[in-house]
């Protein structure tokens, strides 16, 4: 698969994404956001990430991340469903807060690539069901990380309707700090990997061949 913003101009790459504890942000909050940034021309190993989670309100959440997206001075910002949810999710939070944050520009099209859209509207197209990101990382034969947590895989709807609230549930108490230092590890692994899994998407999509660090690897908390 080659895309239009494939040219030799794009030797900086970034990526998104984002952890709530709903898919509605009139029913959810945001509790992480992940920045990883690569230059094409080193190692996936050698990608850079950060991850910024809730400690005061949301609104500094998404200034933080956002501050660092902007800094990277990326040329393509590449997301999976980024255009369909992770970018309308904080824009819908922000304006339910009454928050004023700038979203770089390269969060906008055609700058910002979401590797969901095609394969969406082939699904829709077909009647099939819609690709997740794991499925797609393994039909290139890239084995998607996997993060278990109270012995059972973490997924999104789990990350929703448990990881998520208990994250938050430790904001604002003195006894808070203990129990979120320890769920902020599950939560970066997890971020973590979903950002390195929809770097190397794009690759393979290009056709070149990546290894990673956390590609194939399973981490137990």
Known sequence: MRYARDDPGNDRIATLDIETTATDPADGELVSVGVGIHDRADPLTEATYG????????????????????AAD?????????????????????????ADVDLPIIASPP?????????KRRADE????????????ESYGHAP???????APLTNGRFGEELGPAYLRTLGTETGARFRASLTEVVDHYLLGDLEATLALYYADLGESVAGTYLGTERRF
């Open 126 to 137: 077909t009647g099939a069901a819609w690709p997740t990101l794991e499925a797609c990382l």
């Open 145 to 151: 990380p996997k993060t278990v947590w109270r012995g």
């Open 51 to 70: 991850t910024f989670h809730r400690a005061d309100g949301e609104a500094s959440l998404v200034d933080r991340a956002m501050t660092r997206l902007a």
């Open 111 to 119: 700058d910002h690539l979401d590797l969901f859209r095609d394969r």
């Open 74 to 98: 990326a040329d393509t910002l590449v997301t999976y469903n980024g255009r369909g949810f992770d970018l309308p999710f904080v824009e819908g939070r922000l304006d339910r807060l009454g």
